[in-house]
């Protein structure tokens, strides 16, 4: 330390530069460095006071109940329009994706990374998109539904006419997919 600021820190605390100080990396969204020494907190701060689930605002604003109450950054969760503000007990979550990606649970992620984990993506345009997932969709509002797959020579038209006209009566709407060939 030189004078009352801190250059390097030591027991696994995290240097903060701007203020010049060591602090707990549990209080840091982004760490650089690793083991007890020279670890530097290169992410957002968080500050304990701060109650949790405060909302960060596209603007940079603080919503405590919502009331303005400071600023703040959701710069620590890529492609993220608002979050809720992290506090010494929670890290922050997105709650509002930007860039047309899409929000599952808390993180902005691509089309592809959505559709590859089982979701569906929702909503148009660039911001507030979100991957939804069959379990998530009340059950009220779930159909069943049965996909049949040919590629045209191993099953002919009527027999998948049959195969779907049985799955009908049950209630089940039947889609028929050509592949192949």
Not at 29 to 40: A, L, M, P, Q, T
Not at 125 to 131: A, D, K
Request: hydrophobic share 30%; aromatic share 6%; charged share 20%.
């Amino acid at each position: 330390s030189t004078g009352s600021r801190c250059l390097v820190c030591k027991n696994a605390q995290v240097l903060d530069t701007i203020a010049g100080d060591c602090f707990s990396p549990s209080l840091c969204s982004r760490i650089k460095g690793f083991g007890d020494f020279n670890r530097v907190c290169t992410g957002r701060r968080y500050d304990p006071r701060i109650p949790e689930n405060t909302v960060c605002t596209a603007s940079g604003r603080i919503l405590v109940q919502g009331v303005v109450d400071g600023e703040c950054s959701c710069e620590s969760l890529d492609s993220c329009d608002a979050c809720t503000y992290g506090n010494a007990t929670s890290r922050s979550r997105c709650v509002r994706c930007t860039d047309r990606r899409l929000l599952v649970d808390g993180i902005c992620v691509r089309d592809a990374v959505c559709i590859n984990a089982g979701g569906v993506p929702s909503g148009t345009g660039v911001f507030n998109r979100q991957c939804v997932f069959a379990s998530s969709v009340p059950q009220a509002f779930r159909q069943p539904v049965l996909v049949l797959l040919t590629d045209g020579f191993s099953t002919t038209f009527d027999e998948l006419q049959n195969i779907g006209n049985s799955y009908r009566s049950e209630g089940l709407t039947v889609h028929t997919i050509g592949v192949g060939a």
